[in-house]
């Protein structure tokens, strides 16, 4: 049973959210204060967390930041009445894997909570894959290992999956659509920038150590993937 962390202060909101995960099957707990969600989710060490932006204490923000220097795998979904730009990237940037606006419906949170959660099966999927070596790039699907030149690069899971999807298919056009349904279990594309932002991270990690450019924006499309030499690459090629 995948265990997840409510981290919400409106109390009816809190209430209604908690009883719908229980009857859908989940082992939820939910607290109402960012410091409390920090500290309950460094000790039950839950399968997913969904947490709202604005709690008394501490923020959402400063919740997932926290969270990401310990814990790279565990789901973050943002609940969030915010629903501006800005704070969606921002929401990411500081390391949740989705985010949900306010208001929902129940069966909305509970589709992204069950995309969220198929982490099993995404791994058993990655074990699967064989080693992927391009340019100074190798990638180890079955050991959720990447290096560059040699040396060990972190990634989070989603980032992670999002290169093995690309690296799998060199030269092929994987719109934003297919990346959705491939690393999030999506059959609808959520945003675009969800996927974006963590392009850019994906592209941060891997591409600035390097001596290549690996991810190539199609725009209005999506991504191709190649190692192609920075000094090869015209100016404005890779952005998002």
Do not use: C
């Not at 500290?39 to 400063?62: C, E, F, N, W």
Request: proline share 4%; hydrophobic share 40%; aromatic share 6%.
């Amino acid at each position: 049973m995948a265990r997840v962390l409510v981290v919400e202060d409106d109390p009816i909101i809190r209430q209604t959210v908690e009883y719908a995960l229980k009857r859908a099957g989940f082992d939820t707990t939910s607290v109402a204060d960012g410091r409390e969600g920090l500290d309950a989710a460094r000790r039950i060490k839950p399968d997913l967390i969904l947490l709202d932006l604005m709690l008394p204490s501490m923020d959402g923000y400063l919740v997932a930041e926290e969270l990401r220097t310990t814990d790279k795998d565990v789901a973050i979904i943002m609940v969030t009445a915010l629903d501006q730009e800005r704070d969606k990237v921002r929401g990411l940037d500081a390391g949740a894997d989705d985010y949900i606006t306010k208001p929902f419906s129940m069966q909305e949170l509970l589709a992204r909570v069950r995309a969220n959660l198929r982490r099993v099966k995404e791994r058993e999927v990655l074990s699967k894959q064989e080693t992927i070596t391009v340019g100074d790039l190798i990638v180890e699907p079955s050991e959720f290992r990447v290096s560059i030149k040699g040396v060990p690069t972190k990634l989070r899971l989603k980032e992670f999956q999002l290169l093995v999807s690309l690296a799998s298919e060199p030269g092929a056009l994987k719109t934003r659509q297919a990346l959705a349904e491939e690393v999030w279990g999506y059959d609808f594309l959520p945003s675009s920038r969800t996927i974006d932002v963590h392009i850019r991270r994906l592209r941060q990690a891997i591409e600035d150590p390097s001596d290549y450019v690996y991810i190539h924006t199609v725009h209005g499309l999506g991504y191709r993937f190649g190692a192609i030499p920075h000094d090869e690459i015209s100016q404005g090629a890779t952005t998002v």
